[in-house]
């Protein structure tokens, strides 16, 4: 008998890439601070928010760990599917990448609506929690493998 073999050809982007070149950090980590310092910047002001430095500075680091933990469990997901399946398809692929990108942006949604904002008015909250779900969600799984290469 044969086993199958199950190839994981770029495997928690972007955690794979963190993995085997720790510099990308650098880049990775200011990078998705400063998008989401950009995002509740732009929500505040389109919101009419008061005291905007006191809400930035309450609330970004939530935000940011929140973004990063969803992103994870979106890899996770990417990576259990394969396992579980033993579907022979590149991690870039749609089965994989838009399931999992749906799941990281839903989880942002309910770490935010539910944690990060919850002292929150709830339409403001809703509001918040959905920009950061739509504009957030780690889009960079669609980016084929190839490309890196």
């Not at 510099?23 to 929500?43: E, H, K, R, Y």
């Not at 396992?83 to 399931?99: F, S």
């Amino acid at each position: 008998m044969s086993k199958k073999h199950v190839k994981l050809y770029n495997v928690l982007f972007p955690l794979w890439v963190l993995i085997w070149f720790p510099q990308t950090w650098i880049v990775v980590l200011p990078g998705n601070f400063a998008i989401d310092s950009l995002v509740l910047l732009f929500a505040m002001l389109a919101l009419k928010m008061t005291e905007k430095w006191k809400f930035y500075k309450k609330h970004i680091l939530p935000i940011f760990g929140f973004g990063m933990l969803a992103d994870l469990i979106g890899s996770a997901y990417m990576l259990l599917f394969l396992l579980i399946t033993r579907i022979d398809v590149a991690m870039d692929h749609p089965i994989l990448t838009v399931p999992a990108i749906v799941l990281s942006g839903a989880m942002i949604f309910v770490f935010n609506y539910f944690v990060t904002f919850k002292k929150q008015d709830k339409r403001i909250r809703f509001k918040l929690a959905l920009t950061y779900a739509i504009a957030t969600a780690p889009y960079t799984f669609l980016i084929p493998f190839s490309w890196l290469w």
